[in-house]
């Protein structure tokens, strides 16, 4: 079933994402073959090559080189970069002096990050890139025996990824040939909960996908009313879940799920195994740095920085994906050396509550604030804060100070409104940028209600580093190759 789909169905149908995708899965399983130091050195060439692509191609790189004295040719994966981290604020600022000179800006394919964390960023990929990226998500999906055309049901959709094909020559493909269904999760209450129930029973699919926190709702729905059919595979993605709730979905479906890393700046980069012990970010796609930023009583905080090793269009170089995770202590008993975090901290999005006792996943509103941003003028940056029911706190912060600024504050609360289905009583407060977490993440809901703490906030104590202490991550950086 797979290799018809990889070498003919999807090439054919989608050949924008798919063109060569047979080769591209060959070429991320021979990597996967070779003895870890060749793989070592595999990656750090590959990283050589996309820096020194940026110092020829890409104004914006040239001069950040020239200034920290950087030679691309010489880099290595066994120490950080000396170079400066770079924010999504400075995507915004950059412009085009970030894309490489050696594509037309026609021939990039523009995306836009996910609203989850400020109002989204345009930003551009090559297609080569995109083609290596989506073959590299496949490929993690067949860690977790999910192979291409498996019946899959996709709990999630924002409004764009469903309305994005809508013919009905494009349903009957996804639904078909591809064996996809989505249910969009908007709302999240019974009534949307037993309809996922019916397609989930009518279709029966082998894989279930879907952001954590759904899972979780629909886990604890299919717990109370009762379910006949078992999917064979668990992935969930977005948004991070506490333990109980992931305890909670693998006793009710009786298997283990698979957490898997992804964004739309990056792509999906990281997956866990068939171990469980974490998730490892695959060395064939990025090259990831965790810059240590706080302690909890588990251990150190890292913010997760990665350079993107399959983007030459818009090289992203030390890119601050805006979350925060911790290590594992040790390797993973699988046998990988690939990078593996433990935990990601940083997608903690706290739910909207409402009248009715149904709750609004952040990431919906996050979806919201992607599709709007991209129009905005004045607004740079939302917080949306739950003060009590009924009543949101809006946080934000302009780029410039506009007429635009009170149409698009309107053009919020009312999209918001509409989005849970209530009017909300609302508050605004200018602020000069959205204060950030103690874990060093902006987070796009707060709850101020006691019910809705945050799942980790509690754990963290930041303190000054113990004198002798050596991170998870230097340890593995000390197992780096050689130039
Ligand atoms: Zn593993």
Request: charged share 25%; net charge positive.
């Amino acid at each position: 079933m797979s290799t018809f789909h990889t070498h003919f169905v999807l090439p054919i149908a989608e050949p924008e994402r798919y063109g060569g995708l047979a080769g591209r899965l060959r070429q991320i399983r021979e990597f996967e073959r070779l003895p870890e130091k060749q793989q070592r050195r595999t990656q750090q060439a590959r990283l050589r090559k996309l820096l020194e692509h940026a110092y020829a191609t890409v104004p914006h790189y040239r001069k950040q080189f020239d200034d920290a004295d950087f030679d691309p040719s010489k880099a290595r994966t066994d120490r950080p970069l000396p170079l400066p981290v770079l924010h999504r604020n400075d995507l915004r600022k950059a412009g085009s002096s970030l894309l490489s000179t050696a594509y037309r800006v026609s021939d990039l394919r523009k995306a836009a990050s996910s609203g989850t964390t400020s109002t989204p960023v345009q930003f551009y990929r090559d297609i080569e890139g995109l083609r290596n990226k989506t073959a590299l998500n496949l490929h993690l999906n067949e860690w977790a025996d999910y192979y291409a055309g498996d019946s899959v049901m996709m709990l999630w959709g924002t409004h764009r990824d469903l309305t994005m094909r809508p013919s009905w020559l494009w349903r009957l493909y996804e639904e078909t040939t591809m064996h996809r269904i989505s249910a969009p999760s908007g709302v999240i209450d019974d009534e949307i909960l037993e309809r996922f129930r019916q397609r989930y029973e009518k279709h029966r699919p082998k894989v279930l996908y879907a952001y954590w926190t759904v899972l979780a709702a629909f886990a604890a729905y299919l717990q109370k009313h009762g379910m006949k059919h078992r999917p064979k595979v668990l992935i969930a993605t977005a948004e991070v879940l506490g333990g109980p709730g992931r305890k909670l979905i693998e006793s009710v479906f009786g298997l283990p799920v698979y957490d898997h890393y992804g964004s739309r700046d990056v792509g999906m980069i990281g997956a866990e195994c068939r171990k469980h012990e974490g998730i490892h970010f695959h060395p064939w796609g990025s090259y990831v740095e965790f810059d240590p930023i706080g302690y909890t009583p588990d251990g150190p905080i890292y913010r997760l920085l990665v350079t993107d090793l399959l983007n030459y269009g818009q090289p992203f170089i030390r890119y601050d994906t805006g979350d925060c995770v911790t290590l594992a202590d040790q390797l993973c008993s699988c046998g990988h050396w690939f990078p593996l975090v433990k935990q990601v901290l940083g997608r903690v999005a706290d739910g909207i509550l409402l009248p009715d006792g149904s709750m609004v996943p952040g990431i919906m509103l996050g979806g919201q604030m992607e599709q709007m941003g991209q129009t905005f003028r004045a607004i740079a940056q939302v917080q949306f804060v739950q003060k009590s029911v009924g009543h949101l706190h809006l946080r934000y912060a302009v780029k410039e100070n506009t007429k635009f600024q009170q149409r698009e504050l309107e053009s919020i609360r009312g999209a918001i409104d509409l989005l849970l289905g209530c009017h909300m009583r609302w508050t605004l407060e200018q602020v000069v940028e959205i204060p950030r977490e103690v874990s060093g993440k902006i987070r796009l809901c707060v709850s101020e209600m006691q019910s809705q703490a945050s799942t980790f906030a509690p754990r963290l104590h930041p303190g000054p580093k113990p004198d002798n202490f050596q991170s998870p991550a230097n340890r593995l950086r000390l197992r780096g190759v050689a130039s």
